[in-house]
């Protein structure tokens, strides 16, 4: 069967709310630079509290607009699955991490929505490119660190093919039929 190794990385669309969140923190910064402005240069006259708070703020405003930033990395490797997180290209967390063959359900997302938020999970782990999870696929595992987990995520045809592979062979005839 030879091994299977495969990465990929989902870049994830910033929803309206994070250019909100962003656009009231800059604004925000500039309330906080012009009240340091007043209060250090002309009420206590210590001009370099001004570029202390200044500094601060800006760099402030520069982790969190970094912390907006998120990719996802999903990694197969011989049918064990990884899941993480990056923000800003440097800071990593590991979502989840199981074996394929822990596997009790998969499907389209979106179809199966409404039954999927009725039940219960120790974890969700949700690693898709948008927000509203359009053209994303859910696995319904068995983790050894986080318990029963539904994952969603957004797989190219390879990825999919490849998880299809090491699925248990009933789930995997079931959704898929014989051909795959």
Known sequence: MGDVFMEKMIKRKMPQFDYLMIAAVFVLMLIVSGLSLLIG?????????????????????????????IEYEYSLTNGFVAVDRIANRSSRKRLTSFECDTCE???????????????SFDLRVFATEFADHRDAWYMIVRSPKTGKTLVV???????????????????????FGRDS
């Not at 570029?51 to 912390?67: H, M």
């Not at 045809?157 to 079931?174: M, N």
């Open 41 to 69: 240069t002309f009420m206590m006259g210590f001009p370099m509290l001004t570029l202390l708070v200044t500094a601060g703020a800006i760099f402030g405003v520069y982790k969190f607009i970094g912390s907006r930033r």
């Open 105 to 119: 359900d998969i499907g389209r997302y979106q179809e199966n929505e409404a039954r999927l938020k009725t039940r």
């Open 153 to 175: 995520f957004n797989p190219d045809e390879e990825l999919l093919a490849a998880v299809k592979r090491f699925i248990p062979r009933q789930l995997r005839f079931e959704k």
